[in-house]
């Protein structure tokens, strides 16, 4: 569940797209458009030229939330496939158990 909200939240902050729903750079009051892969954090523009992350991987914050996105929905997939197992499993040792 919690890996869903969070797939849920990515989402809608990659939808949102606009100045309004842009969350801003701590340090540099800038909108957080970019994604640091080394340090897996949203950065701003001014950010990305700073020592901290001037030699990291850097993508932008919505490629970054499509790619986490089909990360989380492909774990939630195995943890579904385990849950239906586990519930035949569940059935068969009740129907062993009568």
Known sequence: A????IAKRLSLQA????????????KHQEALKLFCEEDQTPICL???????HRV???VP???AAEEHKEK???????????REKLLGLKT???GKSL
């Open 56 to 58: 990291h991987a850097v």
């Open 92 to 94: 068969a040792e009740e």
């Open 72 to 82: 989380f929905q492909a774990h939630v997939q195995i943890l579904k496939d385990r």
């Open 15 to 26: 939808a949102k797209g606009g100045t309004a729903g842009e969350k801003l750079c701590q």
């Open 61 to 63: 914050i919505e490629e």
């Open 46 to 52: 001014v950010c990305r030229e700073s020592q901290a």
């Open 2 to 5: 919690k890996i869903i909200e």
